[in-house]
């Protein structure tokens, strides 16, 4: 039985959950606390100037309800009354929706807060285990997601609640290991003079390792966009784009067991992200496993921790959902992101 803290919020019914990416923005709505979430199409978010527009043309004018709530998980700092988004348009400006879209409560979480949450709301059915090994169901998770960015999150059971837990994780160093990475790092650009995650392991990350392994072989690369590479990866038509596709995998295995470290994750680590699910087949190969495994001296604790793809293609609104019907079950501080009417 969770314990309800005092700041627990309250939601009025119903409630609006949004998932806002770079890309696509997907709405559902939750009528109470017992039903399952209403969904609406996916949205574009190129398609709409505003978060409101938006909102109006792709869920208020398909449906007589009228939520009251919204929950929004957004990629970008949440600081202030003006929510600049990371690679969309989009402000969110939560007095202003309310006004627009008649809402009496506004509520934002961090884009990797939501993931995180939504690994405690999936089921068998949206995720796939591509290592083996057996979850402790209450030690800590994380949660990483190669997409336009890097994302990391992680969920920790504390005080009878799941705590996510938002973090820039997907900036912090990575360094050759192998021969070969030793010859090809010097050639991966930079940050600030860093080879920060997202150099390497997001979209523009993975064409960053194309053309540093093309430079150091002294090769044209011919391929701009990270899904050229990754399908002439996959299928194996082009050697540096295997090569690139295998260092991903690589560093991403080495990055996934990292972070297990970091959290004592024996809860699972569980991988999201558009480019995941693109790439699953290489994911699923025992260069994969090995790099999350290869920690000595922590080999054999390393070996007893799954890894799951989520491979369902909603699963941040459900994990908004689990946190929409039941807060009392889920340590998430929402002083400084909670707007009232
Ligand atoms: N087949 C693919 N292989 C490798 N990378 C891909 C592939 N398809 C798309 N990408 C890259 O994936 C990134 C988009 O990732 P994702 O779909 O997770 O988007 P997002 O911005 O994180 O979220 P959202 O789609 O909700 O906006 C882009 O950099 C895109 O170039």
Redesign the pocket.
């Known amino acids: 039985m969770a314990l309800r803290f005092e700041g627990d919020p309250v939601f009025q019914f119903p409630v609006l959950i949004g ?1 806002i ?4 923005a997907r709405f559902a709505i939750l009528v109470d606390a017992q039903s399952e979430p209403r969904e609406f199409p996916t949205i574009q ?1 190129a398609d709409f100037e505003t978060i409101e527009e938006a909102i109006q043309a792709g869920v208020l004018d398909k449906t007589s309800l009228q939520p009251r709530t919204t929950i929004l998980a957004v990629a970008g700092p949440i600081k202030g009354d003006e929510i600049d988004l990371t ?1 969309c348009p989009w402000v969110v400006r939560p007095n202003e929706m309310m006004q627009t879209l008649g809402l009496t409560q506004v509520v934002t979480l961090n884009d990797f807060e939501a993931q995180a949450l939504s690994v405690i709301a999936l089921d068998d059915n949206g995720l796939e285990k591509i290592a083996a090994g057996e979850a402790l169901p209450m030690s800590p998770r994380v949660v990483l ?1 190669p ?3 890097l994302g990391v999150g992680g969920l920790v059971h504390s005080a009878h609640k799941w705590i996510p837990l938002a973090s820039e994780g997907g900036h912090i160093d990575i360094g050759p290991r192998s021969k070969r990475d030793y010859a090809v790092f010097p050639n991966i650009e930079t940050i600030e003079g860093r080879v920060a995650g997202e150099q390497i392991m ?3 990350g ?1 064409v960053n390792l194309y053309r540093a392994i093309a430079k150091t072989d002294g090769k044209e690369p011919t391929f701009n ?3 050229e ?3 002439a990866g996959l299928e194996r038509t082009d050697s540096v784009a295997a090569e690139a596709l295998d260092m991903f995998v690589t560093q991403l295995g080495r990055f996934a067991g990292d972070l297990a470290l970091v959290f004592m994750a024996r809860g699972g680590i569980y991988l999201t ?3 995941a699910q ?2 699953l087949p290489a994911l699923k190969s025992e260069r994969f496993t090995l790099a999350v495994r290869d920690k000595a001296p922590h080999s054999a604790m390393m070996a007893k921790i799954p890894v799951y793809a989520i491979t369902h293609p909603r699963a941040p609104v459900l994990g908004l959902a689990a946190y929409a019907r039941t807060p009392q079950r889920f340590g998430v501080e929402v002083s400084g992101r909670i707007w009232r009417a």
Do not use: H, M
């Open positions: 998932d990416g770079g890309t696509n978010t690679n997601g997409g336009t960015g997001c979209g523009r993975l966009d990270p899904a590479i990754s399908s992200g558009g480019i693109k790439i």
